[in-house]
């Protein structure tokens, strides 16, 4: 089971840290990412890394301003940079046995967090 937290109201320009507790093992072999939703679109891929290693990637949208990575126990992060109104979603963290941006491919989900940015 994964749990998120960190969302909240923000404003442009802002940093944030979102962060995702898994309450089991997380397999060394799994892949760990972030992904996002806003209402009447598909959820979309914000970055994945593997859990041992590191190959992480990231949507061509917060490239260069996010940075996935993994915390004591069983944690990993999402860090998002001078945020933009576009970011407004809610952010959902995954883990699954496959490196894919797809989110079908995912086993496990948290429930969501709102992430709101305002102008």
């Known amino acids: 089971q994964l749990l998120e937290s960190g969302g909240g109201l923000v404003q442009a320009g802002d940093s944030l840290r979102l962060s995702c507790s898994a309450s089991g093992r997380i397999f060394s072999s799994f892949v760990v990412g972030w992904f996002r939703q806003v209402p009447g679109k598909e959820r979309e891929f914000v970055a994945i890394?593997?859990?041992?290693?590191?190959?992480p990637k990231y949507a061509d949208s917060v490239k260069g301003r996010s940075t996935i990575s993994l915390g004591s126990g069983n944690k990993f992060y999402l860090e998002m940079n001078s945020l933009k109104p576009d970011d407004t979603a809610v952010y959902y963290c995954?883990?699954?046995?496959?490196?894919?941006?797809?989110?079908?491919?995912?086993?496990?989900w948290g429930q969501g967090t709102q992430v709101t940015v305002s102008s």
């Open positions: 890394r593997r859990w041992s290693g590191n190959s």
């Open positions: 995954a883990a699954g046995p496959v490196y894919s941006v797809i989110p079908s491919d995912y086993k496990h």
